[in-house]
């Protein structure tokens, strides 16, 4: 068990919808990262947060979004869905930015979405 | 280019044996760190080991060690005494630079199984 938690652990639901999901980090962790996991794309970056505030964006789409909220759990807002965005999607956390590449990253177990 | 690249798609080995995993890395950052990370079937992602670009020594983890050769720019992990719990999909990953900003590059992985 990393401690990163995520619900919901599945989500399925209809092609225009919208949902969120949730991550809560680490006890002690300042950064939050999402991560997309396609059989396609393999594993790609999505955002990460520092605090509160975003600090890095990957190959986020403009339907999707993200915040870190004062309690430092995190939310991705997936919006508009399409078939191709059933995908695993990870949350990760790590102590901070003053680690460097030092700054390992656990993972959450991850929610499965599927977009019928 | 890629930045990270597992060349072999699976793998096969018996209990009991040694097997080692590829990894080569594409950077001009001298300073990165270099990630392995285990997906069981279940489906989470679990942190294995750390390599940092100037660490004089191979890392190693219990069962888990790296062979870190920086001139020629692999990180491949080297897992002893296989059990049949080691089966799953192994990913190498490397975070460059000392900004705790960048991001993790994972490569495509590669899938081991563990035969009795």
């Known amino acids: 068990d990393s401690g990163v938690t995520q619900t919901p652990k599945h989500l399925i639901t209809a092609t225009g919808q919208r949902v969120t999901l949730r991550c809560s980090p680490r006890s002690g962790d300042l950064s939050v990262y999402w991560y997309q996991q396609s059989l396609d794309q393999g594993l790609q970056f999505l955002i990460q947060?520092?605090?509160?505030?975003?600090?890095a964006k990957g190959n986020i789409l403009e339907r999707f979004s993200a915040q870190q909220f004062p309690d430092l759990h995190s939310e991705l807002n997936l919006s508009s869905l399409e078939l191709g965005d059933s995908a695993l999607y990870f949350c990760?956390?790590?102590?901070?930015?003053?680690?460097?590449?030092?700054?390992?990253?656990?993972f959450g177990p991850g929610t499965r979405l599927t977009v019928l | 280019a890629q930045k990270i690249t597992q060349t072999q798609p699976g793998m096969f080995v018996q209990e009991k044996e040694a097997v080692t995993l590829d990894c080569t890395y594409d950077t001009s950052d001298p300073s990165y760190g270099l990630f392995w990370y285990k997906q069981p079937s279940s489906g989470e992602m679990i942190f294995l080991i750390y390599q940092g670009s100037y660490d004089q020594q191979n890392a190693t983890e219990g069962r888990y060690s790296l062979n870190f050769q920086k001139a020629r720019k692999s990180a491949n992990l080297v897992i002893s005494a296989s059990q049949l719990g080691d089966s799953a999909m192994y990913f190498c990953?490397?975070?460059?630079?000392?900004?705790?900003?960048?991001?993790?590059?994972f490569g495509k992985g590669t899938m081991l199984l563990v035969s009795p």
């Open positions: 947060y520092y605090n509160g505030e975003e600090r």
């Open positions: 990953a490397m975070r460059e630079g000392q900004s705790g900003y960048s991001t993790l590059t």
């Open positions: 990760a956390s790590s102590v901070g930015v003053s680690g460097g590449h030092t700054d390992t990253q656990y």
